[in-house]
């Protein structure tokens, strides 16, 4: 007997639709088609779309520390509700996950997600010689350096320091990348009380001088660079001429908002690192987009409390969240005609397997991890702060409406989310890699 039946629903299988059935026992998928077996639970996806579970590889939870603002628990329910079936964490928490003390103890917390996990190790100037042994460390997706300085006090900002990191890494090095020492030049351009200074004082050329600084150390070491929320058209432009070992992200956030048109209707709560700007950097993007040069869609899920991002500028934090919100927010670009499903699906799914090595995930295929994300792409949602799982309690879609929607999150074969309702207790998992 099977635990558990999808049946009628549009399966995404080898980037096309099908109509199929998917049978699922002990955690896998270990039937595809028109079978006839009896099962203990049978979802009817009749008008839905079955998608592989989606995979946020960009998310700050927040704990160990501000867990007023979020905690990994926290977080995975909202990830959960979001259609997210596994997220890659941050490491500048307080403390930072930089030894292998606090990576335990990540592990250890994290038995309270209700979405399956993996875990950045966060690059410092001084555990450079501890990144070479990191390849066989469970629920560890890769590295994580801060070229240039953002919430938290991890910072990698020396050419020769972040030389050792590449140098020494044993998995793929994901970076925020801004360059440090413009930014400490461009700072008397700040505005106090003025958010649309934001974008001025982190200008292009504070991400296009550390974008060309990062490629050119990862190509001279032969290593793996993600380089994380990327923002320009000439880092799109640049990036576009140097794949291979060098891999890119979007965010959702960066393809829908843009200044100054977002700073003047949501203020303090737009602002981020590195930050939202004008519709032509924005156009670029979605060229990019169009022709698959970026390879991922993450969240950034970086979320703050009100009490704080009402503070004036610049002592408002930056960072938004977006766990929950990805799936819908991308659904709608789809419909909108920005792209297409199975883009979608090689930049939440496909591409963070391929590039991070992901075990049995990613796909809807026999023997695979059964993780699913089931969407309904034509229903109409509205987004509101008050069905928002983050501690932060607040969106910036808040109030927009949106086409396309999670429906249910399966996780190792069991539902977790069903019709906007949270099943079951925390029972994630680590990631496993190849």
Same mark, same amino acid.
């Given at each position: 007997?099977?635990?558990? !039946?999808?049946?009628?629903?549009?399966?995404?299988?080898?980037?096309?639709?099908?109509?199929? %059935?998917?049978?699922?026992?002990?955690?896998? !998928?270990?039937?595809?088609? &028109?079978?006839?077996?009896?099962?203990?639970?049978?979802?009817?996806?009749?008008?839905?779309?079955?998608?592989?579970?989606?995979?946020?590889?960009?998310?700050?939870?927040?704990?160990?520390?501000?867990?007023?603002?979020?905690?990994?628990?926290?977080?995975?329910?909202?990830?959960?509700?979001?259609?997210?079936?596994?997220?890659?964490?941050?490491?500048? =928490?307080?403390?930072?996950?930089?030894?292998?003390?606090?990576?335990?103890?990540?592990?250890?917390?994290?038995?309270?997600?209700?979405?399956? @996990?993996?875990?950045?190790?966060?690059? =410092?100037?001084?555990?450079?010689?501890?990144?070479?042994?990191?390849?066989?460390?469970?629920?560890?997706?890769?590295?994580?350096?801060?070229?240039? &300085?953002?919430?938290?006090?991890?910072?990698?900002?020396?050419?020769? %320091?972040?030389?050792?990191?590449?140098?020494?890494?044993?998995?793929?090095?994901?970076?925020h990348s801004e360059d440090e020492e413009i930014l400490k030049l461009r700072k008397k351009l700040i505005e106090k009380g003025n958010v649309k200074s934001h974008p001025v004082w982190r200008n292009e050329e504070v991400a296009m001088s550390s974008t060309r600084k990062i490629v050119k150390i990862a190509k001279r070491f032969n290593k793996k660079a993600h380089i994380l929320h990327i923002t320009t058209r000439e880092?799109?432009?640049?990036? &576009?001429?140097?794949?291979?070992?060098?891999?890119?992200?979007?965010?959702?956030?960066?393809? =829908?908002?843009?200044?100054?048109?977002?700073?003047?209707?949501?203020?303090?709560?737009?602002?981020?690192?590195?930050?939202?700007? %004008?519709?032509?950097?924005?156009?670029?993007?979605?060229?990019?987009?169009?022709?698959?040069?970026?390879?991922?869609?993450?969240?950034? @899920?970086?979320?703050?409390?009100?009490?704080?991002?009402?503070?004036?500028?610049?002592?408002?934090?930056?960072?938004?969240?977006?766990?929950?919100?990805?799936?819908?927010?991308?659904?709608?670009?789809?419909?909108?005609g920005k792209l297409k499903l199975e883009q979608l699906m090689k930049f939440i799914c496909e591409n963070p397997v391929k590039i991070f090595g992901i075990k049995n995930k990613g796909y809807i295929k026999k023997d695979f991890d059964a993780d699913l994300t089931i969407v309904d792409l034509n229903r109409k949602i509205i987004i509101d702060n008050k069905d928002m799982q983050s501690k932060c309690k607040w969106t910036?879609?808040?109030?927009?409406?949106?086409?396309?929607?999670?429906?249910?999150?399966?996780? %190792?074969?069991?539902?977790?989310?069903?019709?906007?309702?949270?099943?079951?207790?925390?029972?994630?998992?680590?990631?496993?890699?190849?």
């Amino acid at each position: 007997m099977l635990d558990l !039946i999808i049946k009628n629903g549009s399966c995404y299988i080898d980037g096309k639709l099908e109509k199929q %059935d998917i049978g699922i026992k002990e955690g896998k !998928i270990v039937n595809l088609g &028109s079978f006839d077996e009896d099962s203990k639970e049978i979802y009817d996806a009749e008008n839905l779309t079955v998608l592989p579970g989606c995979i946020d590889t960009q998310v700050h939870f927040r704990e160990p520390g501000s867990t007023d603002t979020e905690d990994l628990n926290s977080g995975s329910k909202a990830a959960v509700m979001g259609g997210i079936t596994a997220v890659f964490e941050m490491p500048n =928490t307080k403390p930072p996950t930089t030894n292998y003390e606090e990576f335990d103890r990540k592990i250890n917390i994290a038995k309270r997600m209700y979405c399956n @996990h993996a875990f950045f190790f966060g690059a =410092t100037a001084e555990n450079y010689k501890t990144l070479e042994k990191l390849k066989d460390l469970k629920g560890c997706c890769g590295i994580k350096l801060f070229a240039g &300085s953002s919430t938290g006090n991890l910072l990698v900002d020396k050419e020769d %320091d972040i030389e050792k990191v590449f140098k020494h890494a044993s998995k793929v090095v994901a970076v925020h990348s801004e360059d440090e020492e413009i930014l400490k030049l461009r700072k008397k351009l700040i505005e106090k009380g003025n958010v649309k200074s934001h974008p001025v004082w982190r200008n292009e050329e504070v991400a296009m001088s550390s974008t060309r600084k990062i490629v050119k150390i990862a190509k001279r070491f032969n290593k793996k660079a993600h380089i994380l929320h990327i923002t320009t058209r000439e880092e799109i432009d640049f990036l &576009s001429k140097n794949k291979g070992n060098i891999t890119f992200e979007i965010t959702p956030q960066h393809l =829908t908002f843009h200044a100054p048109d977002c700073y003047d209707k949501i203020g303090t709560y737009a602002q981020m690192n590195p930050p939202i700007r %004008d519709k032509s950097h924005q156009d670029r993007l979605w060229y990019a987009i169009k022709n698959n040069y970026n390879d991922t869609i993450g969240s950034d @899920h970086a979320p703050h409390l009100k009490v704080n991002k009402d503070k004036s500028y610049p002592e408002s934090p930056s960072g938004m969240p977006g766990v929950q919100t990805l799936i819908p927010v991308m659904l709608n670009h789809i419909n909108n005609g920005k792209l297409k499903l199975e883009q979608l699906m090689k930049f939440i799914c496909e591409n963070p397997v391929k590039i991070f090595g992901i075990k049995n995930k990613g796909y809807i295929k026999k023997d695979f991890d059964a993780d699913l994300t089931i969407v309904d792409l034509n229903r109409k949602i509205i987004i509101d702060n008050k069905d928002m799982q983050s501690k932060c309690k607040w969106t910036p879609y808040h109030g927009e409406t949106f086409k396309g929607s999670p429906m249910a999150t399966i996780i %190792d074969g069991k539902i977790k989310m069903k019709n906007g309702k949270l099943i079951g207790e925390p029972e994630g998992k680590p990631l496993e890699f190849n």
